[in-house]
């Protein structure tokens, strides 16, 4: 009976384009891409829009002409719909496999050890498959091997090889060293270029090359981590499952502008709606923030503006999760690094240095003390802007929002919005 750890590999297929299609039958089998925040590059492709020779990352105006050319369809980033979509795929894994580690809103590690006593794994990772498709209508590709670097390459293969219908059990030791001799080194996982530039460079062309390498020398040479990935390589498990998603120790509220801020009343209303998000995060998290950090950009690509990045940060008295006074700190921080003058980009706030609840002990000289009812007020908050009554906003938020990113394609949000719900007729 297998005791050994065997780990499998879920991807959902060109995920953020399969979400789009989901409720869109007409775009079957026809090119379609995603763009990134402000429409700018192409972040996902449908198999049929690679086909055409559009790349991951080009920007949207590069490839214009031959949008129209071929009619590709195209879509802002739906991010309400793909975190819904990638929740129901999530919460079919947990009741199909005894732990689920949720790597990304598209991939996850399951922990299967112990199911070849019962099933063949690939018979195992077909009937994954077969029901994430019946249920969520997303296609999924799965790799299952003995160690996580295994199973990505194992999944990098059944996304590859039609003929492993989407499903490659790389658990036999002959299976992974006749695949690895096949995969460039720059696939495995936590391989990046630079690395790769290296390895080549010092003749590690390919995943076998690299598993066969000596271990003490690359511990030298490179460090712990590869050295660990030459393990992983060799069926070792160094890298077990976190079923338990570790506590964030930041959170970053960030994006790009739809046009060039250069008022600082304008700014200002950005960066209160971004702190606010933030706090919303924070609550999520169930966590307090003592450290906000506010920065901001120009366009660093225009040599004809003035370069200036500035960013500052306060240590609050005393932890907080209450938006309003998050927002109060970080009106002071922009009034500080504001001038006059500048065109900006983009804008963000980070939250940091964080305590749990009941944690944080003050002193009993801190000037400061928390508003009465705080967490009463942020709770209700909460639970109104999750709901479908409607949202609540901070005044300084304000209400029009001209310079929020640039969403010309978005896609209704079907799942999570009821005016959005698509009627049968």
């Known amino acids: ?31 379609l891409i995603v763009l990134s925040n402000n429409d700018g590059c192409v972040v996902a492709r449908s198999q049929e829009a690679k086909q055409l020779g559009i790349k991951m990352g080009v920007p949207f105006y590069q490839i214009k002409d031959l949008v129209n050319r071929y009619q590709v369809a195209t879509f802002s980033s739906n991010y309400a719909l793909y ?17 689920v580690e949720v790597y990304s809103i598209d991939e996850a590690f399951l922990d299967l050890t112990g199911i070849d006593n019962l099933t063949s794994l690939f018979d195992f990772g077909l009937t994954l498959r077969h029901t994430l498709k ?13 160690t996580k670097t295994l199973a990505k390459l194992a999944n990098h293969a059944a996304k590859h090889y039609s003929k492993t219908q989407g499903v490659v059990d790389l658990t036999a030791r002959e299976r992974q060293r006749k695949l690895m001799a096949l995969v460039p080194v720059g696939e495995v ?62 959170i970053v509220f960030s994006r790009s502008f739809s046009q060039r801020i250069h008022e600082l009343s304008v700014m200002r209303e950005a960066i209160s709606d971004y702190t606010a998000r933030a706090a919303e995060k924070l609550r999520k998290e169930q966590r307090y923030a003592k450290m906000i950090t506010v920065f901001m950009r120009t366009n660093p690509f225009n040599p004809l ?99 929020s990113m640039k969403r010309q394609k978005l896609s209704p949000s079907y799942t999570t919005r009821w005016e959005d719900i698509p009627w049968v007729v």
């Open 189 to 250: 996982w936590g391989i990046g270029r630079k690395l790769t530039q290296r390895m080549e460079s010092e003749g590690i062309l390919t995943a076998l090359d690299l598993a066969n390498a000596n271990t003490h020398y690359i511990r030298k040479h490179y460090s712990v981590v590869v050295e660990r990935i030459v393990r992983e390589l060799n069926g070792e498990s160094c890298l077990p499952l976190e079923s338990i998603t570790p506590t964030k120790q930041q």
């Open 1 to 31: 009976m297998s005791k050994k750890p065997i780990f499998a590999l879920v991807d959902c297929n060109n995920f953020f384009a399969s979400c789009e299609t989901l409720f869109r039958p007409d775009l079957k089998d026809k090119p």
């Open 134 to 146: 019946q249920w969520t209508k997303i296609i999924v590709c799965v790799g299952i091997a003995p």
């Open 305 to 403: 503006q003035p370069r200036y990045a500035p960013s500052r940060s306060l240590e609050m008295t005393i932890p907080t999760d209450d938006t309003r006074e998050l927002i109060k700190a970080s009106h002071n921080l922009l009034q500080q690094i504001w001038q006059d003058g500048h065109r900006f980009m983009k804008a963000g706030v980070m939250l940091s240095d964080f305590y749990e609840p009941g944690v944080y002990q003050p002193s009993l000289f801190d000037p400061a003390t928390p508003h009465a009812n705080s967490q009463t007020l942020m709770k209700l908050l909460d639970q109104v802007n999750h709901s479908s009554a409607g949202r609540l906003y901070i005044a300084s938020q304000g209400m029009r929002k001209d310079w």
């Open 83 to 99: 975190a819904d979509l990638s929740s129901r795929v999530m919460s079919t894994l947990e009741t199909l496999a005894p732990t």
